[in-house]
């Protein structure tokens, strides 16, 4: 699936293309099966309204998770995923996941960040794993 967009107006090229970004996030997840995921209220709201407990980050609708999706050229992958992290530990939310715009390409080439910890944890409960030793999570604490 190629999701596109056509040009943004002028005067806020930057926030049209992370809402756009955002938008198109949304649709491709959905597409693959997230069917509960969209923006943020808040953002279409275009005023902040306080995190529920099952919503936190730009994206809402996949349980358990904050994420953000963000298309600026000035991104830090550090900067992003400190974000998120914070959000959902505000939320009480045990994942987290920045979802970047990769320049020049389409949106199923974004990037997703995340902590190699949460990565590990991911794959854990996808393979059906014992997890990590007593040792190691007292090692990596």
Do not use: C, K
């Amino acid at each position: 699936m190629t999701v596109t967009a056509t040009d943004p107006p002028q005067r806020h090229a930057g926030r049209w293309q992370s809402s756009a970004f955002q938008n198109a996030v949304a649709l491709l997840l959905r597409d693959w099966g997230l069917h509960d995921v969209r923006p943020a209220p808040r953002l279409a709201a275009r005023r902040p309204l306080p995190p529920s407990p099952d919503d936190s980050g730009d994206l809402v609708g996949v349980a358990g998770w904050s994420l953000t999706a963000r298309s600026r050229a000035d991104l830090s992958l550090s900067e992003s995923l400190d974000t998120v992290t914070s959000m959902a530990a505000e939320a009480g939310m045990p994942n987290a996941a920045a979802i970047l715009a990769r320049r020049g390409r389409d949106v199923p080439e974004s990037y997703v960040v995340m902590t190699l910890r949460q990565f590990a944890d991911v794959l854990v409960q996808l393979h059906d794993l014992p997890g990590p030793s007593v040792a190691t999570r007292v090692r990596n604490s």
